[in-house]
């Protein structure tokens, strides 16, 4: 048991990144239980578990891109083509008063359907990147317009109705007080850590990120791995669109629109590295319950949407800014230390410096170098 405990100190020691979230996340808690009553309530914390799944789900499929040194701007809208093929799919079957196991052989099977709508743009995604040769910024940017104008002419700018209660749990439903949407991102959590830390395409994906010229020398190919980071982000995105559905009771063209920006700060404030090469799923969890919990206490107070985006903004450039300079100070205690002269052996003769060997102070090309040149044997 003490070792375990141990190997946990030693891990928080060297994701010094979690550990400051995880304080910070205290210190919020433990402020707007202060100033507010209801806050550390347990139906304000279920009411943040369903609106912090979504952005979380999505923050995932943007830490996959973001480790391979790219992005994917189109998480919104591959969520929202998700959602609106499978309300669709209820609204042409009139679903709505479906119950029992009829329902839920819908559920499950329109919901496969609807996802794998989703995870297909993610392959387009990919062949853009990896064939095309069109960076993945541009490429996603392209496909987030492509797919949003799909979307708004398919729908003409309404929304669908008619799911199922069985398929409306998923959004609004409790697993053991537990809202089943917080179910649904730990789930995916998980699934996305082993990805990541224990499979071959996830080292890959991370050595592509770090360095992708060594990592093709090494072997590696390249293009395959951007090809799966990109499906399985689309797949991440197109689960977050279904329980963006499910919540809401329809599928429209612009939901979430916002949360692109928001799942990107959620992915950078969570230590991923934005150049490609390192990032935790326990970061990005945590980042977007941490970013919750400020939402939520904001409404409470009484504070207005002004100033919640500005909180954002401040809370993540404080946290890199403290992350820069934690790095600048190790860095420059090594070379500190580094620098430092190694004591003499005792025994071992002072060598002898250019004085002592005659040559006159000062003269062109001599240096007090106290160390024996390599290679001289001492006569």
């Not at 578990?49 to 994917?72: N, P, R, Y």
């Not at 399985?232 to 329980?243: D, E, N, W, Y």
């Not at 993540?316 to 790095?327: C, D, K, P, R």
Request: net charge positive; aromatic share 6%; hydrophobic share 50%.
């Amino acid at each position: 048991m003490s070792e375990m405990a141990e190997r946990m100190v030693h891990r928080m020691l060297a994701e010094r990144n979690l550990v400051r979230l995880a304080v910070f996340a205290i210190l919020i808690v433990v402020g707007f239980s202060i100033v507010s009553e209801n806050f550390l309530t347990v139906i304000n914390f279920q009411s943040m578990g369903f609106q912090v799944a979504e952005v979380g789900l999505l923050s995932l499929a943007v830490m996959l891109s973001m480790l391979t040194g790219g992005i994917d701007l189109s998480i919104v809208s591959v969520a929202n083509i998700a959602a609106l093929v499978t309300a669709e799919l209820f609204k042409s079957q009139h679903a709505a008063s479906a119950t029992g196991g009829q329902a839920l052989v819908m559920t499950v099977g329109f919901i496969l359907v609807g996802v794998a709508a989703g995870t297909a743009c993610g392959v387009l995604n990919g062949l853009l990147i990896t064939k095309v040769r069109i960076t993945p910024i541009l490429a996603t940017l392209g496909t987030l317009q492509l797919l949003n104008g799909i979307a708004i002419i398919w729908t003409g700018g309404q929304a669908i109705y008619g799911m199922p209660e069985q398929f409306l749990n998923l959004g609004t439903g409790f697993v053991a007080g537990v809202p089943v949407p917080v179910v649904v991102l730990m789930l995916a959590a998980i699934a996305t850590a082993i990805f990541i830390n224990r499979t071959g395409i996830g080292l890959r994906l991370k050595l592509v990120g770090a360095n992708p010229t060594a990592a093709r020398y090494s072997g590696l190919n390249n293009d395959r791995v951007l090809m799966m980071t990109y499906v399985s982000s689309a797949l991440l995105s197109s689960i977050a669109g279904v329980v963006i559905a499910a919540r809401s009771a329809s599928a429209n063209a612009d939901y979430g629109a916002s949360y692109v920006l928001l799942a990107i700060v959620i992915v950078v404030l969570g230590g991923v590295n934005y150049a490609g090469g390192y990032g935790t799923v326990t970061g990005v969890v945590l980042s977007a319950f941490v970013l919750q919990f400020v939402s939520s206490g904001f409404n409470q107070v009484g504070f207005n949407n002004f100033l919640y985006n500005i909180a954002q903004g401040a809370i993540l450039i404080g946290v890199m800014a403290l992350n820069t300079l934690s790095t600048r100070w190790r860095w420059t205690a090594r070379l500190a230390i580094g620098t430092r002269r190694r004591p003499r052996e005792p025994g071992t003769p002072e060598p002898p410096t250019a004085h002592a060997a005659g040559v006159p102070p000062g003269a062109v090309g001599v240096t007090e170098d106290r160390t024996p040149a390599a290679g001289r044997s001492e006569e």
